[in-house]
């Protein structure tokens, strides 16, 4: 797929969920936050959150651990 046709994440990928997801930022997890809270702090939606995070575990988030908050979607 040329660079043109690609999809940014985080930015209304209008339920394009075809192609191969290329992290393109990624944020440590501090103590205290959360899943939520993450998703707040970079303006993201929880479906978009979850999809850029597919192995993550919310209820099992811990300070250290890298989750992707931004990406695109070739």
Excluded: H, R
Aim: some cysteine; aromatic content about 10%; glycine content about 14%.
């Amino acid at each position: 797929m040329p660079i043109a046709e690609s999809i940014q994440i985080g930015s209304g990928f209008a339920g394009k969920k075809n192609g191969k997801l290329v992290c393109q930022g990624i944020y440590g997890v501090q103590s205290g936050d959360n899943c939520a809270g993450i998703v707040k702090m970079f303006s993201l939606d929880s479906e978009t959150f979850t999809f850029i995070n597919p192995n993550l575990v919310c209820n099992n988030i811990f300070a250290g651990q890298w989750v992707c908050v931004s990406g695109q979607l070739n």
